[in-house]
């Protein structure tokens, strides 16, 4: 850093924290204050300039913006790297439309870019980085390097030793199978997610919850099948319950996925929730609209908002005791898609020659009656 990067600096601080108000010293008394020429002062006050921390300087009076006096966010660079995908989620979206409203009217601002390289060349310009569900540790890594884990907050995914803000995706799948396995009696529910061989990933947490509660539940049985992404989802279901045709419900790790297990039933003639269950993530727009409607998780986007936006103001703010991370719990949204455990439901129901063994019953038992 040049001896005028650290002079506008300190000269920043000190209008940041409301010790210069209205006008700055004049340039022979910020000469005399930080000890250097007044071509350097000039410089400077160029640069302050150009960051809209001052307004102009002519003569003895240098006007300081009101904007950025007494505000330790004035101009501050919030970098959200994600997925552009993610940035469609109902859930991702109203929180970081949440966070730039709040963030602008404190002028701050806010980037956004689709990778950790991306991140990397943001440089000097970057005061704190929002990471959303990288599911890499070396990605996750690279990012704490780039811009230092004090000044990185995750969200949508939980890192020990990081901050982090997050829905508590382990307790959501307890959750998930005390609704479907203690309440509604299913005996075989099958998993279906997608990167569970990541460490980071949520999809892997929420299958952790529900292990946890088979380990003390010997008459249930888990089969978790992995959705290979950019395949087709009822592929994946068919697949499940091809291998598993006696699974009588499914806890999707994600909404779409969900959907997946209506298309394929939908294909089998077999009614939803009559004789298969389907339980979701995310409460995406579309899950109130299918039909059945999808009973799945939804997470409290407003208090994750909340949480998001006060940690970020904590990072950004020198001097401020660091806050602990926050976890919030989800909230199960009943519609129409669970129901009671079949008490009978032949598991040839699944295969794929059960519409022509259907069809042999009904032409032997016409035979005999005809008989």
């Given at each position: 850093m040049t001896l005028f990067e650290k002079v506008a600096q300190e000269i920043k601080n000190r209008i940041a924290s409301g010790e210069y108000t209205t006008t700055l010293p004049s340039i022979s008394e910020l000469s005399s204050i930080h000890r250097i020429g007044p071509s350097t002062v000039k410089r400077t006050l160029n640069w302050l300039k150009q960051?809209?921390?001052?307004?102009?300087?002519?003569?003895?009076?240098?006007?300081?913006?009101?904007?950025a006096c007494n505000n330790p966010y004035f101009r501050k660079n919030v970098v959200v790297c994600a997925n552009m995908e993610l940035?469609?989620?109902?859930?991702?979206?109203?929180?970081?439309?949440?966070l730039n409203h709040h963030l602008s009217e404190?002028?701050?601002?806010?980037?956004?870019?689709?990778?950790?390289?991306?991140?990397?060349?943001?440089?000097?310009?970057?005061?704190?980085?929002?990471l959303i569900e990288v599911a890499d540790n070396a990605e996750l890594k690279e990012a704490a390097a780039v811009c230092g884990r004090d000044h990185l907050l995750l969200l949508g995914m939980k890192k020990e030793n990081y901050l982090y803000v997050d829905t508590d995706n382990t307790v959501a799948g307890v959750q998930a199978m005390e609704y479907l396995h203690g309440e509604l009696g299913h005996r075989k529910i099958g998993l279906l997610g997608i990167e569970l061989g990541l460490e980071l990933s949520y999809d892997r947490q929420r299958f952790a919850g529900a292990e946890h509660y088979a380990a003390a539940h010997p008459d249930l049985q888990l089969f978790t099948y992995e959705y290979t992404r950019g395949s087709d989802p009822q592929q994946s279901v068919a697949g499940m319950l091809e291998e598993h045709p006696d699974i009588t419900a499914v806890f999707a790790a994600r909404d779409y996925l969900a959907l997946?297990?209506?298309?394929?039933?939908?294909?089998?003639h077999i009614p939803i929730p009559q004789k298969f269950s389907v339980l979701g993530f995310d409460d995406r727009d579309f899950a109130a609209l299918q039909y059945p409607p999808l009973t799945t998780f939804q997470q409290n986007k407003e208090l994750i908002a909340r949480e998001?936006?006060?940690?970020?103001?904590?990072?950004?703010?020198?001097?401020?005791?660091?806050?602990?991370?926050?976890?919030?719990?989800?909230?199960?949204?009943?519609?129409?898609?669970?129901?009671?455990?079949?008490v009978s439901f032949a598991?040839?129901?699944?295969?794929?020659?059960?519409?022509?063994?259907?069809?042999?019953?009904?032409?032997?038992?016409?035979?005999?009656?005809c008989g």
């Open positions: 960051q809209e921390y001052i307004r102009g300087f002519q003569g003895k009076c240098v006007m300081v913006n009101p904007a940035l469609g989620n109902q859930f991702y979206g109203f929180v970081l439309n949440d404190l002028n701050c601002r806010i980037t956004f870019v689709n990778s950790v390289r991306r991140l990397r060349e943001c440089g000097t310009d970057l005061d704190a980085a929002i997946g297990c209506y298309s394929y039933c939908q294909s089998r998001a936006l006060t940690h970020i103001l904590n990072i950004l703010n020198p001097g401020a005791v660091p806050l602990p991370s926050y976890m919030s719990k989800p909230v199960l949204i009943r519609r129409g898609s669970c129901g009671k455990a079949p598991s040839h129901a699944f295969s794929g020659d059960f519409q022509e063994k259907k069809k042999k019953t009904e032409e032997v038992s016409r035979e005999f009656r």
